[in-house]
T-cell receptor, first 114, second 111 residues
Framework: NAGVTQTPKFRILKIGQSMTLQCTQD?????MYWYRQDPGMGLKLIYY???????DKGEVPNGYNVSRSTTEDFPLRLELAAPSQTSVYFC?????????????FGQGTRLTVV | EDKVVQSPLSLVVHEGDTVTLNCSYE??????LLWYKQEKKAPTFLFML????IEKKSGRLSSILDKKELFSILNITATQTGDSAIYLC???????????FGGGTRLMVKP
């Protein structure tokens, strides 16, 4: 059981470039999330999805886009990379029913924009 | 806006010491509070607390929630160097859709 898988693990982008961070989960979870974590800080929610075809903004959505065409996949798109987007990105999923709120995290993607 | 504040920001102790990490929160329609341990990479789940006064325990770690005073503590007894990590507290509301994380407490346990 792979859990939550993110790719790539590391990436360096030039200002203005675009890229997609991939996230897939094999636990059939309905909820998926993208967080970013800046050095020494907690996690801030970028976007989340409550199910296939449904996405919504979190705390810091500017500069990002997401899609959820399947239950398994929740890619995060950066269209015009900026230095402020240098961060570690975590994808997570959870099954939000019967009071369960535990989120399972991927291993993270370290992104540097230069 | 939901808010989670953790203290202290960082802590250095020696092996064998006992530590208490604090998490206070403001959240509309509280559902649960979760503690995570983050070493080098992804946060790993420790506890989920939904009811006041009921201690959750796992080995040397324990946690309790006070819904009246809006805080939780995470205790680690007989600390070991392997306990060195960032400990994250998060709250979920009944809107159900997201976790709000605190800034974390960085714990370093010295031999």
């Amino acid at each position: 059981n792979a859990g939550v898988t993110q790719t790539p693990k590391f990436r360096i982008l030039k200002i203005g470039q675009s890229m997609t961070l991939q996230c897939t989960q094999d636990m059939n979870h309905n909820y998926m999330y993208w967080y970013r974590q800046d050095p020494g800080m907690g996690l801030k929610l970028i976007y989340y999805s409550v199910g296939a075809g449904i996405t919504d903004k979190g705390e810091v959505p500017n500069g990002y886009n997401v899609s959820r065409s399947t239950t398994e996949d929740f890619p995060l798109r950066l269209e015009l990379a900026a230095p402020s987007q240098t961060s570690v990105y975590f994808c997570a999923s959870s099954q939000r029913d019967r009071g369960n709120t535990e989120a399972f995290f991927g291993q993270g993607t370290r992104l540097t924009v230069v | 806006e939901d808010k989670v504040v953790q203290s202290p920001l960082s802590l250095v102790v020696h092996e064998g010491d006992t530590v208490t990490l604090n998490c206070s929160y403001e959240v509309t329609n509280f559902r649960s509070l979760l503690w995570y341990k983050q070493e080098k990479k992804a946060p790993t789940f420790l506890f989920m607390l939904t009811s006041s006064g009921i201690e959750k325990k796992s080995g040397r770690l324990s946690s309790i929630l006070d819904k009246k005073e809006l805080f939780s503590i995470l205790n680690i007894t007989a600390t070991q160097t392997g306990d060195s990590a960032i400990y994250l507290c998060a709250v979920a509301n009944n809107a159900g859709n997201m976790l709000t994380f605190g800034g974390g407490t960085r714990l370093m346990v010295k031999p």
